[in-house]
């Protein structure tokens, strides 16, 4: 795991995917269960008492970073 998130510590990493959740407007159980975990999971992910898997980093990236390029995708076309 340090491999993927270098330095980052727990916590430091859990507060980037509660910024990333709360920016994506996605609710804490709506997120676990896109990631097919218990909402207290993800809880204690973004709390940094306990370290997120590679499959799942990579599941909230992309959930995270769908949501937010939707969210985008109208301001873009207004241009």
Excluded: F, H, W
């Excluded at 430091?12 to 910024?19: C, K």
Aim: charged share 25%; glycine share 6%.
């Amino acid at each position: 795991m340090a491999a993927v998130t270098g330095s980052l510590a727990p916590e430091a990493l859990g507060e980037l995917l509660r910024d990333a959740r709360e920016n994506a407007k996605l609710t804490q159980a709506a997120a676990a269960q896109a990631l097919n975990v218990a909402r207290t999971t993800l809880v204690a992910i973004e709390q940094g008492q306990r370290r997120a898997r590679l499959e799942e980093l990579q599941k909230l990236a992309a959930l995270y970073r769908g949501l937010t390029q939707r969210a985008a995708a109208p301001e873009q076309c207004e241009g």
